[in-house]
């Protein structure tokens, strides 16, 4: 039995490039050192004491900044390459942390807070495009999938080690966090391939032929659109669902921790062998989908009326995982598949951009549900709109289904 087990990771985890993984490599390193940003609320409270409002300006500026890296990045990721800007905004950005932990008045953080997200968020559309471009033919998806579990597991370590340097000083969170940051760029640098004469081809390409933007594809800019929605929705699974475990289930924070940890010890375990066992059997809309309808279940389960509150959660966090792990690493794919070469910088950035918008707009309007309405209310209503992504994603799909019927109809007439 171990062997079989052994043999399904072994060859899940087979035929991927040697960039691949380096890459996986750099992002979970990157992921490890992402830990100040979770504490930026608090260090402003608790060792700046300055008020709430004040705390939620600065995480509302990070969300901004990171929406103008996103754009940037992804223009940038199409001009000079997607190496160039992974170490630049990684060296930059990790100064510019280390910049903040010595900086005390409250206005200066908030300009530096909008340009230390900006090149943060610049970093993603390209590692996005790096790992396009380096994955084997026929290995898109679960190129991806290695690269999420890298996030993860950077993520669970990261955060584990931030409560414990915050114990100690809050400061040195930006301190260790931008020392991490160079590190990743300096990786980068000494590791990774160049990708020669990336900028004469790109003017030369650009010059030959008619590029297509991504606001000109309709499909993707529709697709995009829903998938803002539904990222928004997700994404206060991880906001707003940790307050009320705490505050309505009475639950207390060790067990909030190990709960919502399942999630990425779950993804870590399953997604490389799901991935490589389904991704060749449906369409990556069809997963989409199903996993679509998994998000809205999940926020369901919280709003019915149990008694055993800690097996309700563990379920909750168990079927939203399950749903994870069919919907991104497939959004990724059907991203990928709309671009080429020549763009993909910019259809990355498209897609980033919907994480940043969910993370500003998400938790704040999160919260203002629960605080007039109702936690009820706010989970039947996340469900409902979940449930109207799966109708528009299905919708798009069976639309783009039938536009390729037609150009294959015209084009055997033609021939």
């Known amino acids: 039995m171990f062997k079989l087990i052994f043999n399904t990771y072994k060859t899940s985890f087979s035929g991927l490039s040697r960039e691949t993984w380096l890459l996986s490599i750099v992002m979970m390193f990157n992921r490890c050192g992402s830990m100040a940003v979770p504490f930026m609320g608090l260090y402003v409270t608790q060792s700046l004491h300055r008020s709430e409002m004040d705390a939620g300006l600065i995480i509302t500026l990070f969300g901004i900044g990171s929406i103008l890296g996103s754009a940037t990045g992804g223009k940038l990721t199409d001009m000079i390459g997607f190496r160039p800007v992974q170490i630049l905004s990684s060296i930059v950005g990790g100064l510019l942390f280390i910049l903040f932990s010595t900086i005390t008045h409250f206005y200066s953080l908030c300009i530096l807070t909008v340009v230390i997200s900006f090149f943060s968020e610049a970093f993603r559309p390209a590692n996005f495009t790096a790992v396009a471009h380096y994955a084997a033919e026929g290995t898109i998806t679960r190129s991806y999938s290695l690269n999420r579990l890298a996030v993860n597991i950077g993520w ?66 529709k697709f995009i659109l829903l998938t803002t929605i539904f990222i928004t929705c997700a994404f206060l699974m991880f906001r707003v669902v940790p307050v009320f475990f705490k505050e309505q289930w009475h639950i207390d924070e060790f067990q909030i921790g190990i709960i919502i940890g399942l999630n990425g010890a779950v993804i870590a375990l399953f997604e490389m062998i799901m991935i490589n066992k389904i991704e060749a059997k449906r369409s990556p809309m069809f997963f989409i989908i199903v996993g679509a309808v998994l998000f809205s279940i999940s926020y369901i389960i919280l709003s019915a009326p149990v008694s055993f509150h800690i097996v309700a959660a563990v379920l909750t966090i168990v079927v939203f995982t399950c749903g994870e792990m069919l919907t991104l690493p497939f959004i990724n794919t059907i991203v990928i598949s709309r671009s080429n070469e020549h763009n993909r910088g910019l259809y990355a950035a498209g897609y980033t951009l919907s994480w940043s918008c969910a993370q500003v707009f998400g938790p704040y309007f999160g919260f203002l549900i629960a605080k007039n309405f109702g936690y009820n209310w706010l989970w039947l209503g996340l469900a409902g709109m979940l449930l109207l992504c799966t109708w528009g994603f299905n919708t798009l799909n069976k639309k783009q289904a039938k536009t390729v019927l037609q150009k294959s109809e015209v084009q055997l007439e033609m021939e």
């Open 156 to 221: 669970s370590v990261g955060i584990s080690l931030a409560g414990i340097i915050a114990s100690i000083n809050y400061k040195l969170l930006f301190i260790v966090e931008g020392g991490v940051s160079i590190i990743v760029g300096l990786l980068i640098l000494s590791f990774l391939p160049q990708v020669k004469d990336f900028i004469k081809k790109a003017k030369e390409n650009a010059s030959n032929m008619v590029i297509k933007k991504p606001w000109e594809d309709i499909f993707y800019v």
